[in-house]
């Protein structure tokens, strides 16, 4: 039985951030965020928007009626959760209108965490194949203003759609995965904002791939010339461009000029959006089935997770035929392009007035447009609103 991405969409910001702005105002040469992270743009967050909302525009976007009767499992993704007990999942099942006979979950692990939902969804079709699962993974990246993390930031959230027979891309068995309990990126209890080591933790980064991409092929025997793409966690796209290259060294021209050009179309995406954690992997493989005119049905694709502190998994897929029927016909570049610039001024007082320990608050949401806004708290219960 073939299991795996049935459906998969995605939804950010209607704002944005040029990466120029953001290095002029911060005395940078652009070519720093442009050329050395391989970031153009970063989507800047509402505070009427968080993790919910942005789950449940992009699930939105793909699931049906008939899909909703038969979801039985939601497993949400994020290391930006809105609750330390209550799960973003029920609020997002809430929202989408799914039946009361469903799990929900939340699960964290940096930004693996959708890996492993999508690993405990595969596990769980093989026993319920007649049952869909909702996987999310959403984050809003915040490392601080002025902080050298800033130009990584972003957010959004992806949702794919877990089933037996799926239309986009089959999950092959087996897979590599690689633990340390290791700080190179935390947040303890009481921080909005990530604590990193970011040179150590891009160290880490290779490191952990190296691992898993030579155990993968112990237990596979996969080649370079048995991939059609090469897929990265992209905290910032550069950091995928070393992953590859690493894996590169000693490729021949065909696999080289293969893997690097489907790369440049895996990466689109991200460098519009930045940094999503636990969805950045996926927006980065949405991207490659969105824009690339080379990638083909019967090819495998490889992808590489990481989440630091720290957790790696490689895996593969098979992409499917009519693989483009899972996008549910959503016009992506379309939505990004349709995306609002804000200066860095207004990008600075949007991110200080995210709320988060806050006991009641009415926000001002009418500016926003979205399909699902977060309309405020009241005794610390935060209220959703779904058009």
């Known amino acids: 039985m073939k299991i795996g991405i049935d459906k998969i969409g995605f939804a950010t910001s209607d704002l944005y951030l040029d990466m120029v702005d953001l290095a002029n105002a911060r005395q ?27 789950a449940a525009t992009a699930a ?48 964290k692990q940096a930004c693996y965490g959708a890996t492993a939902a999508l690993q405990l969804a595969k596990g769980y079709i093989a026993l319920n194949p007649e049952s869909k699962v909702l996987v999310i993974g959403a984050d809003n990246a915040r490392y601080g203003i002025k902080t050298p993390g800033e130009p990584t930031q972003g957010g959004g959230a992806i949702a794919m759609l877990v089933s037996s027979n799926p239309k986009i ?17 935390w947040r303890p209890l009481g921080h909005s904002k990530a604590l990193v080591d970011g040179k150590y933790s891009s160290g880490i980064y290779l490191d952990f791939l190296r691992n898993v991409w030579d155990e993968q092929f112990k237990k596979t025997g ?15 796209t550069k950091m995928g461009l070393k992953g590859l290259r690493q894996i590169l060294q000693d490729a021949s021209v065909d696999d080289s000029t293969r893997l690097t050009r489907e790369f440049e179309y895996a990466r689109q995406f991200n460098r519009e959006v930045g940094n999503l954690y636990t969805g950045s992997l996926y927006l980065s493989f949405l991207s490659l089935i969105v824009n690339s005119d080379s990638i083909r049905s019967g090819q495998r694709i490889g992808l590489f997770s990481y989440g630091s502190g720290a957790q790696a998994e490689f895996f593969t897929g098979i992409l499917q035929p009519n693989y483009q029927e899972g996008l549910a016909g959503v016009d992506y570049q379309s939505i990004l392009n349709k995306r609002q610039a804000v200066s860095v001024s207004e990008y600075e007082k949007f991110f200080e007035s995210h709320i988060f320990d806050i006991e009641n608050i009415e926000l001002d949401y009418q500016e926003d447009n979205s399909d699902f806004l977060l309309m405020g708290v009241q005794d610390y219960k935060r209220k959703y609103l779904g058009r």
């Open 222 to 236: 996969f080649k370079l010339q048995d991939y059609g793409a090469l897929l990265f966690h992209l905290p910032y």
């Open 28 to 54: 940078e040469d652009p070519n720093k965020y442009l050329i050395g992270i391989g970031q153009a743009k970063m989507a800047v967050i509402r505070p009427t928007q968080d993790v919910v909302t942005m």
């Open 60 to 107: 939105k976007r793909i699931i049906s009626e008939e899909d909703k009767k038969n979801i039985s499992y939601v497993i949400f993704a994020t290391e930006s959760g809105i609750d330390n007990s209550k799960s973003a999942a029920v609020y997002l099942a809430d929202l989408l209108g799914i039946l009361p006979n469903v799990r929900t979950l939340e699960v």
């Open 169 to 185: 891309l089959e999950l092959e068995n087996p897979t590599a995965a690689y633990a340390e309990n290791i700080m190179d990126f």
